[in-house]
């Protein structure tokens, strides 16, 4: 059996804390998509920890987490943080392990992205030069070098050929940066890469589930953002929905029981590219400061905004989502009025429908208005004790997008969150 938990939104909901609160429940935490752009936040013993490449199980004794063939992973990022998680008492060496198929990210890979971003100029469309985007081209160039070839004599060898292969496309760049230094630290983060647990990604996962381990599989990233169904081009390079498990894993559909999505309250943005519901205002200001938004891999202000249903609903569709955390109640505190998008005007015409492109059409926001709840909810140890106009909200919300909205996170700690009853 396996349940999926992934974002509803742009990314940021807050993924890393509830899989943190889920993973207790499970046998395996596994990453099935993205890489290093993805900055998983969580707070271990009141300490910070944000992780972009090791699954958010990692801090549970005696769980497994497995880094899935659907992740392009950074050696160099993933030897920083196992020397993180090491620091605060926990051995990856024990219970982390990585697939085999898993694609690596080459310092080129990290020029090439920065080169291509530059190139576009004022069409930039966000991206996190992690160097995501010319893996996932390698990968689909049938180009790439996986983790499995790492245990290939002729590894380096293979390296040398793709290396001078982007080089010709830098030079066309006229990319002039010296990545010597990236290159040494590259190598030197595979030796330690080597000494991990390389499995074969598919098998094992296979045999956890025919013995009756259950799977928790994390998501990177938000389903806005998903290379076919979010808001093309300003998307990310993989699939973020609950179709891209099967492919990021190795396993069956049928395996899928329960869709967890995660929502904020609200809406955020990082980069380039269309929302409908932001906030260029105080009220704008005042969520990104209460809400502490900023890019926990980039470290950029997040463009925050209404909560979208039109794009949430959507969001559900596609990913056949049986149940909604919503994170980040606490931060509507002090507000008197809020706003939800309901749908969208077109052309003078109202739609519930996600269009093809919503950069290059004319695209109005219907509001639907509630009263703030203008209390502070951090301390509610259930739902009972949370405001009644809190309440309205939730059952508004659970109303438009006919999925169960089944916990509240009112706070950044991990015992904060709040299982509904209604």
């Known amino acids: 059996m396996v349940d999926v938990i992934l974002g509803l939104q742009w990314g940021d909901e807050g993924k890393g804390k509830i899989v943190d609160f889920f993973a207790r429940n499970y046998d395996v935490i596994a990453r099935f998509q993205g890489g290093p752009n993805a900055g998983h936040t969580l707070y271990v013993n009141d300490k910070k920890v944000v992780l972009h490449q090791i699954p958010s199980g990692i801090f549970h004794e005696n769980k497994t987490n497995l880094i899935g063939n659907g992740v392009v992973l950074d050696p160099v990022t ?8 090491t620091d605060m008492g926990v051995n990856p060496q024990k219970n982390l392990f990585i697939s085999q198929r898993t694609h690596l990210i080459l310092p080129t890979h990290r020029a090439l992205d ?48 793709l290396r001078l292969k982007h080089q010709r496309l830098l030079d066309n760049f006229n990319f002039q940066e010296d990545i010597t230094s990236w290159e040494e630290e590259f190598f030197e983060a595979l030796d330690f890469l080597r000494d991990l647990n390389i499995v074969n990604g ?36 993989s699939n973020t929905i609950s179709a891209a498990v099967c492919t990021g894993l190795g396993i069956a559909p049928r395996m899928i029981k329960e869709v967890i999505g995660i929502s904020k309250a609200y809406c955020t943005r990082v980069g380039s590219g269309p929302f409908p519901t932001e906030l260029n205002d105080d009220i704008g200001e005042l969520i990104r400061k209460a809400g502490n938004e900023f890019g926990a891999t980039t470290g950029r202000p997040r463009r925050c905004g209404w909560i979208d249903l039109v794009a949430l609903k959507f969001a559900c569709m596609i990913n056949g989502v049986t149940q909604i955390v919503m994170t980040k109640a606490d931060i509507l505190d002090s507000l008197n009025a809020l706003q939800v998008c309901k749908s969208y005007k ?71 969150i709040v299982a509904v009853s209604n």
């Open 78 to 85: 993933l030897r920083r943080e196992c020397k993180s998680v």
């Open 114 to 161: 920065k080169a291509s971003e530059m190139a576009k100029g004022t069409e930039k469309i966000g991206s996190t030069l992690k160097g995501i985007g010319p893996t996932y081209m390698d990968k689909t160039g049938r180009n790439g070098l996986r983790v499995g070839d790492l245990l290939d004599k002729s590894f380096t060898t293979q390296y040398i050929k």
């Open 202 to 237: 598919e098998y094992f996962i296979h045999d956890k589930i025919q013995t009756g381990k259950k799977v928790l599989a994390e998501g990177a990233q938000g389903s806005m953002l998903d290379v076919d169904f979010g808001t093309f081009p300003f998307v990310t390079s």
């Open 346 to 416: 077109i052309d003078g015409k109202e739609t519930v429908q996600v269009p093809f492109q919503m950069n290059k059409i004319n695209l109005e926001p219907v509001y639907e208005k509630f009263e703030g709840w203008a209390t502070d909810v951090a301390g509610c140890k259930n739902y009972e004790s949370m405001p009644l106009k809190m309440k309205a909200y939730i059952t508004y919300l659970e109303n438009y997008l006919d999925v169960p909205i089944k916990y509240i996170s009112n706070g950044p700690e991990r015992e904060q």
